[in-house]
T-cell receptor, first 117, second 111 residues
Framework: GAVVSQHPSWVICKSGTSVKIECRSLDFQATTMFWYRQFPKQSLMLMATSNEGSKATYEQGVEKDKFLINHASLTLSTLTVTSAHPEDSSFYIC?????????????FGQGTRLTVV | TQLLEQSPQFLSIQEGENLTVYCNSSSVFSSLQWYRQEPGEGPVLLVTVVTGGEVKKLKRLTFQFGDARKDSSLHITAAQPGDTGLYLCAGDETSGSRLTFGEGTQLTVNP
């Protein structure tokens, strides 16, 4: 399958600082990437859809000014958690989709465990 | 947005037992994927089913897509502790490359 690399795998930051998470598709071009948040033993909650060369589309209830998304190239999307607070602590996962024989397949990064202290 | 209902949400069984996870929707999907996720990692694609009634096997895992392409099941035979993880189904919305995920099934196989 395709490879999506997410970095860092974990980060601890102080409350009020910003954290950037990178998501790269290593062996295919992804015009669309997705950012998810996941709580323990729960499914993925879609935060936003990252579109290459245009603004991200945010899901209802997700603050676009807090979770800045940039998709500057076909292989890289970044999520910046601005002015992080302890309630932002979570597992963040990105995915990149490709069409395979006309059907969508999603490949996920390894996830980033964010802890805000 | 199409919704996928996944059941059961939690499942704890003994090694060697069989189990089935269900994924249901009132809507039709062009395809459906199953993923497995281990703690602290991203989900890994297991299989994609496309055709109504399709059955795919991956060692002890059997995946089936409903005839009407509204539901799917994952059957594991003789479960092993290594099968422990979060299983997610995801449907391909026909409008684009966005997937709709089920709520997930947390499977624990005890030795």
């Amino acid at each position: 399958g395709a490879v999506v690399s997410q970095h860092p795998s974990w980060v601890i930051c102080k409350s009020g600082t910003s954290v950037k998470i990178e998501c790269r598709s290593l062996d295919f071009q992804a015009t669309t990437m997705f950012w998810y948040r996941q709580f323990p033993k729960q499914s993925l909650m879609l935060m936003a859809t990252s579109n290459e060369g245009s603004k991200a589309t945010y899901e209802q209830g997700v603050e676009k000014d807090k979770f800045l998304i940039n998709h500057a190239s076909l292989t890289l999307s970044t999520l910046t958690v601005t002015s992080a607070h302890p309630e932002d602590s979570s597992f963040y996962i990105c995915s990149a989709s490709r069409l395979y024989w006309g059907n969508t397949e999603a490949f996920f990064g390894q996830g980033t465990r964010l802890t805000v202290v | 947005t199409q919704l996928l209902e996944q059941s059961p949400q939690f499942l704890s069984i003994q090694e060697g037992e069989n189990l089935t996870v269900y994924c249901n929707s009132s809507s039709v999907f062009s395809s459906l994927q199953w993923y497995r996720q281990e703690p602290g990692e991203g989900p890994v694609l297991l299989v994609t089913v496309v055709t109504g009634g399709e059955v795919k096997k991956l060692k002890r895992l059997t995946f089936q897509f409903g005839d009407a392409r509204k539901d799917s099941s994952l059957h594991i035979t003789a479960a092993q502790p290594g099968d422990t993880g979060l299983y997610l189904c995801a449907g391909d919305e026909t409008s684009g490359s966005r997937l709709t995920f089920g709520e997930g099934t947390q499977l624990t196989v005890n030795p």
